[in-house]
């Protein structure tokens, strides 16, 4: 079995999610670790081994890495990627996979020359699985449309401790790019191709603290006749569960963070049971970060193919921008 170099740029929270899956797995090696503020990088060392650096630059000089995880600032999730790349190293990056479609387009081209993967850990979420099969074979009849709630709260410090979130620069957004942006995923993943969205932002809790909008809202137009209802605001008083409501001719499918429930025609819903499993970081993060990266190194050596490809959330991240764009002419 090939043991896979692995180093891990950006040493933040979301990171010690990635280091925890990686060191359940058999065939990945921590290696290494960077961040600019390298106290942060000598303690992700201490705690799994391997050394620390100040920048990815040093790291990559130095050591020999078969993949780069890559867990830094939205803007700087592409040209660290590109620098990967251009040495033959396959990159696992959080989400977003780029900022804008200039970015989006460099990824792409990147992608040709090593493999690429982003981290829509949910699609591997049990109530998603058991709903887009149940989609797929047509067991609710033809989809009608859908509706999706993300209605979570960030305060004032969640921003201006970070150093970079809630500026247009580093962050290239605010509720849709950072927190609703799985909801988006996962909601197109269930009607299908999008060709169109109207939209409109604001912020609301955070006006002067923040540049990027802490509610938006949008319609959403899909390929197959549909269309859906999409909302999600962090200027809630809590971290309530997403919903996903799925309308089909004979059955509702409602998400609601870790429980799926389905409504058969003229009846109650019913709760659909699954296996209890525990998330790695926060509970709204959801339980798929193993199965994904999992998946994600199946990929590389060909015995799996990797659900979460670059070119897989290519439609996620066009009806992303441009539900951005709408929203920034209303």
Avoid at 148 to 161: I, K
Avoid at 298 to 308: A, H, K, M, T
Wanted: proline share 2%; net charge negative; glycine share 8%.
């Amino acid at each position: 079995m090939k043991k896979y170099r692995v180093g891990i740029v950006g040493c933040g929270g979301i990171a010690r999610v990635h280091a925890q899956c990686l060191m359940q797995m058999e065939n990945t090696e921590l290696v290494c670790f960077a961040d600019i503020r390298q106290e942060r990088a000598a303690s992700f060392a201490e705690d799994y081994g391997g050394h620390a650096y100040s920048s990815l630059e040093d790291m990559l000089s130095e050591e020999t890495l078969d993949v780069l995880h890559i867990c830094t600032p939205h803007a700087l999730h592409v040209p660290m990627a590109l620098a990967a790349a251009e040495k033959g190293i396959h990159v696992f990056t959080e989400k977003p996979a780029a900022i804008n479609e200039e970015q989006m387009g460099q990824l792409m081209a990147a992608s040709e020359k090593v493999r690429i993967g982003v981290c829509f850990q949910n699609r591997y979420n049990d109530n998603f699985c058991y709903e887009q099969r149940a989609l797929q074979n047509g067991e609710g009849g033809k989809i009608l449309g859908g509706r999706a709630f993300v209605t979570w709260h960030r305060d004032e410090p969640y921003y201006t401790e970070s150093g970079w979130r809630g500026t247009m620069a580093l962050e290239g957004g605010g509720v849709l790019i950072n927190q609703a942006i799985h909801t988006l995923d996962l909601l197109t993943m269930l009607l299908g191709d999008p060709v169109g969205a109207e939209a409109m932002s604001v912020n609301h809790h955070l006006k002067g603290i923040i540049e990027t909008e802490d509610t938006l809202e949008a319609w959403i137009q899909y390929k197959n006749g549909v269309t859906a209802s999409f909302y999600a605001t962090n200027a809630y008083c809590t971290n309530a569960p997403v919903m996903i409501e799925i309308a089909c001719e004979k059955r509702i499918y409602r998400m609601e963070g870790d429980e799926l429930y389905i409504r058969e025609e003229k009846g109650d819903f019913q709760k659909i049971s699954f296996a209890s499993k525990k998330a790695m970081g926060k509970s709204y993060w959801g339980t798929g970060h193993l199965s994904c990266i999992r998946n994600f190194y199946s990929s590389l050596d060909g015995s799996e193919e990797f659900e979460v490809r670059l070119q897989e959330v290519e439609r996620t991240m066009q009806l992303m921008f441009a539900i951005y764009q709408s929203a920034r002419k209303s």
